[in-house]
């Protein structure tokens, strides 16, 4: 066996006890006893690419921070710093192999990257990978810091990362759906209630109301992400900051900004910083609700283009793939399910990162790689489900006006536009005698001579039309 000494190159292996490390590879013995110990899913934590880069940039940076107050040497520094703007190029990934679902609170997702970063720190000097002599993973990669603030630090990094193409999506899709409206905005609806009948309406509302709802879930998205960018970095074990130096904290902030380009400030409490994640209750919430509202608007899809034959039919959505292996012609409203579906999956993320964020002890929280893992997992469905939702089905909706025009002229919804001219109580006798007799109302209104079809359209027209005396988002008081 080899043992690790100091200047060799590796051979087939090395040896850190009975621990091999193979040759080609930059972690060292605590990332294995992670592996070996914490592996309980497939994902590894360089397959979210923004958490990677973010660990990389917070080393980067407390590199920097360290070097200003005489904790590094320039040299030291500078090697550092290479190493992590390789880990943030992707060059290391095989070697950042410890589970991102690891139970040991963050720490051996910490020491992967300081003993990777470490090594290749080492090579850049021109010593060997493992043996530490000029970069050790705790005394330089890890200077001034702590798992308990570098994980998290990362985590809200990488988080506020991911969810600006989410946010883009959800924008974009609100906008797909404005233009809806604006094309069907002329076309007379049945609005219905309940499931049941309601009032007239026009399809180009219906669409109005969900890109008003999208919108307002990207400006919510917006505002949630806004906190992240509060960080406990600095605090290193339990928000004291013992272990740093005393010039540490402000450098590193000022270091981490530019280097991310983002404007990360220090908590107004660091030790609140340290206890406690509420702010992952706040984004899971937020992509929770996201996720559930555009279930809604795909689940209404899915009713409003039912049949062809045996359904509504008022809506026709993009024929995506043959929807039976048995059934010929069938096609199914796939892009809708599958949003729906994904809805479920983030609702279920939402409920482990609540438990995960209450079941924080004391100084610290240490289930934080699984509100990591169920985060990212969101914000990744709900993203890549977006697009395809809104590129692949929402774009290319048309529909069938005289089904839309048929179902409101032979409903009950016609009445309601009625009342103001003939009634409630009168229109509300033929309405039923309407529904007896299997016949249309406006028929009826037209043989009884109380009322034309014309001035019945007109009416409808009107009643589709509503004029509000209060400018939206006012009270209306002067």
Avoid at 146 to 156: E, G, H, R, W
Wanted: net charge negative.
């Amino acid at each position: 066996m080899n043992k690790l000494t100091h200047a060799e190159s590796r051979t087939e292996h090395d040896y850190v006890g009975d621990v091999a490390i193979p040759v080609d590879k930059l972690y060292g013995v605590n990332t294995v006893r992670g592996v070996d110990n914490l592996t309980v899913s497939p994902l590894g934590i360089a397959h979210y690419p923004e958490f990677r880069t973010a660990f990389a940039q917070c080393k980067w940076a407390a590199a920097l921070a360290n070097c200003d107050n005489d904790g590094l040497s320039a040299q030291q520094c500078d090697a550092i710093v290479a190493a992590c703007q390789e880990v943030i190029a992707g060059r290391f990934d095989d070697s950042l192999i410890v589970d991102l679902l690891e139970g040991s609170g963050g720490t051996s997702t910490n020491m992967n990257f300081n003993e990777v970063i470490a090594n290749r720190a080492q090579q850049h000097l021109g010593h060997a990978a493992g043996s530490y002599e000029v970069i050790h993973p705790n005394d330089h990669v890890n200077r001034s810091q702590s798992t308990n603030d570098v994980y998290p630090a990362a985590l809200k990094i990488a988080t506020h990362a991911m969810l600006g193409p989410l946010i883009s999506e959800v924008q974009q899709l609100a906008a797909h759906l404005d233009g809806k409206a604006t094309e069907f905005a002329d076309v007379l609806h049945l609005g219905r209630t309940c499931l049941q009948d309601a009032q007239p309406m026009r399809l180009g509302q219906l669409f109005g109301g969900y890109a008003s709802l999208a919108r307002r879930l990207a400006e919510e998205l917006a505002a949630v992400r806004d906190k992240l960018r509060t960080l406990p970095l600095g605090g290193t074990a339990i928000g004291t900051g013992f272990g740093a130096p005393a010039g540490y904290r402000s450098a590193v902030y000022l270091h981490l900004s530019r280097v991310v380009g983002v404007e990360y400030v220090a908590p107004s409490n660091p030790f609140d910083a340290m206890q406690n994640l509420d702010v992952f209750a706040r984004v899971s919430g937020e992509l929770r609700t996201c996720a559930a509202s555009l279930a809604k608007i795909a689940s209404d899809l899915t009713v409003l283009s039912s049949g062809p034959v045996g359904g509504l039919g008022e809506l026709r959505l993009p024929e995506a793939q043959a929807g039976s292996s048995i059934m010929p012609g069938k096609v199914n409203p796939v892009l809708p399910m599958a949003m729906i579906q994904l809805s479920f999956a983030v609702i279920g993320n939402d409920v482990a990162v609540a438990q995960a964020v209450q079941y924080g002890e004391l100084e610290i929280n240490h289930f934080e790689p699984v509100v990591a893992s169920r985060v990212f997992d969101s914000i990744m469905l709900l993203t890549n489900g977006i697009q395809r939702f809104t590129q692949k089905c929402v774009a290319g909706i048309t529909v069938d006006v005289e089904k839309n025009e048929q179902h409101l002229m032979n409903s009950m919804a016609v009445a309601t536009a009625l009342v103001p001219r003939l009634g409630y109580a009168r229109v509300s006798k033929l309405a039923r005698q309407s529904v007896a007799e299997g016949r249309p109302l406006l028929t009826i209104l037209e043989e009884s001579g109380l009322l034309t079809k014309a001035d019945a359209l007109a009416a409808i027209q009107t009643a589709s039309h509503p004029v509000f005396d209060v400018k939206p988002g006012t009270t209306g008081q002067r």
